[in-house]
């Protein structure tokens, strides 16, 4: 399913990577704090601990399915070092749904990788877990579910300061846009920030978002008075957050 945007122009030749383009975090837990703020803690097992440990690529470049690179390079902080296909399916919803089902299947939880279309149809994982099945079963995934789909099979999370890594911002649509609460952190204030990651359209690697207003806090997003989240290449109201 697409997420709302412009499409995005291709490049047809790919640079290779600078200085400038390397990232230097091995993981999501590398990412700096701010000085003053702790990570909160997760359960062993869960979905939070579990996205922490996702590495990162060295080249924070951001490429889109078919090798080329994304004309807009601004919007993020680093890469995921997870697959996104070789079709033009694994958008925004889709990510976050790669990401939930990639943390089940880590856990050998198959029996809980099941997701909705917008009619209701269940897609349940079945069958061997090969890479070749994995990613049949992903795309059609990808096919038949979207933001409008997903936004059904979770949960309001309210207040937005309940906020926890895994939980998504959702506006769901055809087309909407999801992001994924990748971390969180708080400060004795007990004041929390959060770290965004996002696929886009077209089909592109996941990635972490930088915070477009505030250079000095980025990628970490604060939780301030405004009802809105402005990420680089969308908005969101706190009426949005929501978990699995």
């Known amino acids: 399913m697409q997420c709302e945007g412009q499409q995005q122009q291709e490049q047809l030749k790919v640079p290779a990577a600078t200085d400038t383009n390397k990232n230097p975090f091995p993981q999501i837990s590398a990412i700096p704090l701010p000085e003053g703020y702790a990570r909160i803690s997760q359960p062993q097992g869960s979905f939070g601990e579990w996205l922490r440990q996702l590495a990162l690529k060295t080249d924070r470049r951001v490429f889109l399915y078919n090798g ?11 890469v995921i070092d997870i697959s996104v296909g070789d079709q ?15 943390y089940l299947a880590a856990n050998n939880r198959f029996s809980e990788i099941n997701f909705n279309d917008n009619e209701g149809k269940s ?33 309001p999370v309210i207040p937005f300061t309940q906020i926890q890594p ?14 994924t609460v990748m971390d969180v952190a708080q400060n004795k204030n007990g004041d929390k920030i959060y770290l965004l990651s996002q696929s886009y359209m077209p089909a592109q690697d996941v990635h972490i978002l930088k915070n477009p207003i505030s250079e000095a806090l980025s990628p970490w997003y604060e939780i ?10 969308y908005r969101f109201f706190k009426s949005a957050l929501k978990r699995w």
């Open 224 to 233: 301030t008075e405004s009802e809105q989240i402005i990420t680089p290449e």
């Open 123 to 155: 897609y349940p994982f079945t069958g061997a877990f090969t890479k070749n099945n994995w990613q049949k079963y992903l795309n059609l995934v990808f096919s038949y579910c979207g933001s409008a789909s997903l936004n059904k099979q979770l949960k």
């Open 166 to 179: 895994g939980h998504l911002l959702i506006n769901p649509g055809f087309p909407g846009h999801v992001v």
């Open 68 to 78: 080329k690179l994304k004309a807009n390079q601004d919007a993020q902080f680093a």
């Open 88 to 102: 033009n399916l694994q958008q925004c919803a889709d990510a976050a749904m790669r990401l939930r089902a990639e």
